[in-house]
């Protein structure tokens, strides 16, 4: 197998464990590939000289014809392998460095168990949603879709925002709030969750709409089916907002009296790795503390 690995560029992803990892592909005859920028930063900071491939950019993944993506670090990183893989159909495994995950997965620092539950074929791949942001494209890139979430989100000198929600260009509601989120089944243990949304079983087809801090206490979150075209028109004192999908950040310049942000399903869907014994129900009940009651 030819398996690329990227992490972020933080002490906790530390050269021992890329090591490890190199050592055991190695020992069954397996190439290990590394992302520039991550072996770049091991290379300044640690002396690293591991003399291995690198993957520059994301036609690399194709010449060198990567069979999997490992992402070392937390949830936060996992979705930045969504800019290096782009659309190609790379399953990528989580092992978690960071913190709370439910796309990531715990292995107390033993990286050999995750690297063998790889080489031994021990996991499924999950074909993930993604939702797309058809309207704004420009000031956007060529990454217009998200797999936790788009956020709008009123910037931190502006006022509270009137947010017109819109299903099919049928009127839903409208949100007096800091802002909305659109989340996938994926994205509902992500922000959506901290703002009071609902979980879904990540292979649901549907969306959640949920509002942020909002000033109207009949505001709620609201599932609905991924096969809609979502449309927000925003307007206030002082209506300036940022756009978000998942962790990169827009500021767009859009007239909604002549159009509007619009969201919808993306046709293509993320793979990711569950390593067996792995589930989704395993990740709620350890991570969230199901059915444990501190008083004993």
């Given at each position: 197998?030819?398996?690329a690995?990227?992490?972020?560029?933080?002490?906790?992803?530390?050269?021992?464990?890329?090591?490890?990892?190199?050592?055991k592909?190695?020992?069954?005859?397996?190439?290990?590939?590394?992302?520039?920028?991550?072996?770049?930063?091991l290379?300044?900071?640690?002396?690293?000289?591991?003399?291995?491939p690198?993957?520059?950019?994301?036609?690399?993944?194709?010449?060198?014809?990567?069979?999997?993506?490992?992402?070392?670090?937390?949830?936060?990183?996992?979705?930045e392998?969504?800019?290096?893989?782009?659309?190609?159909p790379?399953?990528?495994?989580?092992?978690?460095?960071?913190?709370?995950?439910?796309?990531?997965?715990?292995?107390?620092?033993n990286?050999?168990?995750a690297i063998?539950?790889?080489?031994?074929?021990k996991?499924?791949?999950?074909?993930?949603?993604?939702?797309?942001?058809?309207?704004?494209?420009?000031?956007?890139?060529?990454?217009?879709?998200?797999?936790?979430?788009?956020?709008?989100?009123?910037?931190?000198?502006g006022?509270?925002?009137?947010?017109?929600?819109?299903?099919?260009?049928?009127?839903?509601?409208?949100?007096?709030?800091?802002?909305?989120?659109?989340?996938?089944?994926t994205?509902?243990?992500?922000?959506?969750?901290?703002?009071?949304?609902?979980?879904?079983?990540?292979?649901?087809?549907?969306?959640?709409?949920?509002?942020?801090?909002?000033?109207?206490?009949?505001?709620?979150p609201?599932?609905?089916?991924?096969?809609?075209?979502?449309?927000f028109k925003?307007?206030?004192?002082?209506?300036?907002?940022?756009?978000?999908?998942?962790?990169?950040?827009?500021?767009?310049?859009m007239?909604?009296?002549?159009?509007?942000?619009?969201?919808?399903?993306?046709?293509?869907q993320?793979?990711?790795?569950?390593?067996?014994?792995?589930h989704?129900?395993?990740?709620?009940?350890?991570?969230?503390?199901?059915?444990?009651?501190?008083?004993f």
């Amino acid at each position: 197998m030819n398996i690329a690995l990227y992490a972020r560029n933080t002490i906790a992803n530390k050269p021992e464990l890329v090591l490890e990892i190199y050592q055991k592909l190695k020992e069954q005859n397996n190439q290990l590939f590394i992302c520039e920028s991550y072996y770049n930063f091991l290379k300044n900071n640690f002396n690293f000289n591991l003399d291995v491939p690198i993957i520059c950019n994301t036609e690399d993944f194709l010449n060198y014809k990567i069979d999997l993506l490992i992402s070392l670090g937390g949830d936060g990183t996992l979705l930045e392998t969504l800019s290096l893989i782009k659309k190609l159909p790379i399953p990528v495994f989580g092992i978690n460095t960071g913190k709370l995950g439910f796309l990531t997965y715990d292995f107390n620092q033993n990286i050999s168990d995750a690297i063998d539950l790889i080489l031994q074929k021990k996991y499924s791949i999950e074909k993930r949603n993604l939702i797309e942001l058809i309207l704004p494209q420009h000031d956007i890139g060529e990454i217009n879709y998200a797999l936790n979430e788009i956020v709008i989100h009123k910037k931190d000198t502006g006022s509270m925002l009137y947010i017109e929600i819109f299903i099919d260009d049928q009127y839903l509601t409208t949100f007096f709030a800091d802002g909305v989120i659109v989340s996938t089944a994926t994205g509902s243990t992500a922000y959506s969750l901290s703002c009071g949304g609902p979980i879904l079983e990540p292979g649901l087809n549907a969306m959640i709409i949920t509002p942020i801090a909002s000033h109207s206490l009949n505001a709620r979150p609201i599932v609905i089916s991924n096969q809609h075209i979502l449309s927000f028109k925003l307007y206030g004192r002082n209506p300036q907002y940022t756009l978000s999908l998942d962790s990169r950040v827009y500021q767009p310049n859009m007239d909604f009296s002549k159009e509007s942000i619009k969201v919808s399903k993306l046709a293509h869907q993320f793979q990711l790795v569950i390593p067996h014994p792995f589930h989704f129900f395993h990740s709620l009940k350890t991570k969230l503390y199901w059915g444990t009651d501190k008083r004993f």
